[in-house]
């Protein structure tokens, strides 16, 4: 039976502790091994400019091939990379490989910047700034055309570590966008004290627009309050024609979503510029 432990709260039934644990434990070992041999691959998605329909930007999305389990979503092992610590190394490798590959899109003529998320663990305990020093050295991208994406959350956690930070990362030229906007705390007086470059307005208000009016109220909003105040708008999760006429009336520059196309292998997104 579920029991109060000693510091009062209830813990979870011991047997469920034990399941839970192992399977942690499982993962956990799996996940390690997964960096060892190199089990990650980058999908990219396109990011659009919604007036001149042309793809400006892609998403390093990450995905892992599981010799057991094939592809296996980031919701499913982020989390725990996050808690075991093992985001760091992923971490290291996704923005290595990530810049590794923008530099071969523009040597191949391609105008793209490339967006790379960074967790809030990644930001607190890797010396980020140092990071992407070194692999835009190592690389030859150049630090225009890349940008970290992070959540509310990450930011608001250390505050003012935090903030010093993405002033060191900005200075560098490197661009920073929120991710999923309006889902975290959404409070005003970060987003003055934040140099931030892009709003991304989460997926979950865009996709009921053009047919619910809080949702388009709450999109609206974002859109001119975040121009205002001079970030670029990208709606996230953007999957039809309706939902991007709405947009582009309201001001938001740019999308990204499955009407334009899903996370694509290197292959298949070069295929989508030509
Ligand atoms: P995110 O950064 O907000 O990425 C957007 C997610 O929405 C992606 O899921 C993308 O495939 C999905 N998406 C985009 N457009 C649409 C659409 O039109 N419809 C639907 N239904 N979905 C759409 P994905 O790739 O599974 O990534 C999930 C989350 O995992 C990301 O959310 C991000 O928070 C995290 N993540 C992914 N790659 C990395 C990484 O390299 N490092 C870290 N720290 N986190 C990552
Ligand atoms: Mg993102
Ligand atoms: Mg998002
Ligand atoms: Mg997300």
Not at 224 to 252: N, P, R, V
Request: charged share 30%; proline share 3%; hydrophobic share 40%.
């Amino acid at each position: 039976k579920g029991k109060k432990d000693k510091r009062g709260g209830i813990s979870y039934y011991s047997d469920e502790l034990t399941e839970l644990a192992k399977k942690h434990i499982e993962l956990a070992t799996r996940l390690r091994r997964a960096i060892e041999h190199s089990e990650f691959e980058l999908y990219y998605q396109p990011q659009v400019h919604i007036k001149s329909k042309r793809i400006v930007g892609a998403e390093a999305l990450i995905r892992w091939n599981d010799p057991i389990h094939g592809l296996i979503s980031p919701n499913d092992f982020i989390p725990l990379a996050e808690e075991t610590g093992l985001i760091g190394a992923i971490g290291e490798w996704v923005i290595r490989d990530a810049c590794r590959q923008g530099k071969l899109w523009i040597d191949k003529g391609y105008n793209l910047s490339i967006s790379v998320n960074v967790s809030a663990n990644q930001l607190r305990h890797q010396n980020i700034t140092r990071l992407i020093d070194s692999t835009l050295k190592e690389t030859g991208f150049t630090a225009d055309k890349l940008v970290i994406e992070l959540t509310e959350s990450a930011v608001m956690q250390r505050e003012e570590e935090a903030v010093a930070m993405l002033h060191a990362i900005r200075a560098k030229g490197i661009r920073l966008a929120i991710d999923d906007f309006g889902t975290g705390y959404s409070s005003y007086s970060y987003l003055k004290r934040f140099p931030i470059d892009i709003l991304k307005i989460d997926k979950s208000f865009i996709d009921e627009v053009p047919f619910e009016n809080d949702d388009m109220a709450i999109v609206k909003a974002i859109i001119a309050m975040g121009s205002a105040l001079g970030y670029k708008i990208l709606a996230e999760g953007t999957e039809h024609i309706e939902q991007i006429d709405f947009l582009e009336e309201h001001g938001c520059q740019y999308y990204q979503g499955y009407y334009k196309s899903k996370p694509l292998k290197t292959s298949e997104f070069e295929k989508l510029l030509l």
